[in-house]
């Protein structure tokens, strides 16, 4: 199906275990997003890409590692999971910059015990 | 970082009008957004204003700007059952390059029949 995916939609792993959620695009959007969605903060940017191979910081990357070796992948992994990090992911993407519409998939809702 | 500030519920009765409020702290906003989040889903983006733009309307939803305030609202006319959501405002700056969005915290619509 065409437009923007995540996978699995909901997680449940233990405290340690390395976790990678994944996010596709079809869209060939050059911008992709990873963020967390937390009760009280509304959403916090992990990281960003700007392109393949091009990822960035964003306002809470610690403890998170992502790659990006296709335009259309752009998954998120938590090397070493910890209870803190129990939360919704969202992974967005876009076209370009300016007021270019971000898009955002589904969600993936991580419990980490 | 910045800091995006909503309250966090609002209730209104169906066919009454909703605002939904925002305040930013940081004056270099270019773009601010608002975005829809309907239970289980990711965020939709619903409009969205140049900081130059004191007021954008489209169908029922009036955005407001105040940027000497930093305050910024949404107006949604005539409220329906299915606007209850979470409704997130967003700001982005130019210095990222990738016009970032920083998320206030939401705010929860309800719509009573």
């Known amino acids: 199906d065409a437009g923007i995916t995540q996978s699995p939609r909901y997680k449940i792993t233990e405290t340690g275990r390395q976790v990678t959620l994944m996010c596709h695009q079809t869209?060939?959007?050059?911008?992709m997003f990873w963020y967390r969605q937390d009760l009280g903060h509304g959403l916090r940017l992990i990281y960003y890409?700007?392109?393949?191979?091009?990822?960035d910081k964003g306002e809470v990357p610690d403890g998170y590692v992502v790659s990006r070796s296709k335009t259309e992948n752009f998954p998120l992994t938590l090397e070493s999971a910890t209870r803190s990090q129990t939360s919704v992911y969202f992974c967005?993407?876009?076209?370009?910059?300016?007021?270019?519409?971000?898009?955002f998939g589904p969600g993936t809702r991580l419990t980490v015990l | 970082g910045e800091d995006v500030e909503q309250s966090l519920f609002l209730s209104v009765r169906e066919g009454d009008s909703s605002v939904i409020n925002c305040t930013y702290t940081?004056?270099?906003?270019?773009?601010l957004y608002w975005y829809k989040q309907e239970p289980g889903a990711g965020l939709q983006l619903l409009t969205y204003i140049f900081s130059n733009m004191d007021m954008k309307q489209d169908q029922r939803l009036t955005v407001l700007l105040n940027k000497k305030d930093k305050h910024l609202s949404l107006r949604i006319a005539d409220t329906q059952t299915g606007d209850s959501a979470i409704y997130f405002c967003a700001e982005s700056l130019d210095q990222t390059g990738a016009n970032n969005l920083f998320f206030g915290t939401g705010t929860r619509l309800t719509v009573i029949p």
């Open positions: 940081d004056s270099s906003s270019t773009y």
């Open positions: 890409s700007a392109a393949a191979d091009i990822t």
């Open positions: 869209w060939s959007h050059s911008y």
């Open positions: 967005a993407s876009k076209q370009g910059l300016g007021t270019d519409t971000q898009y």
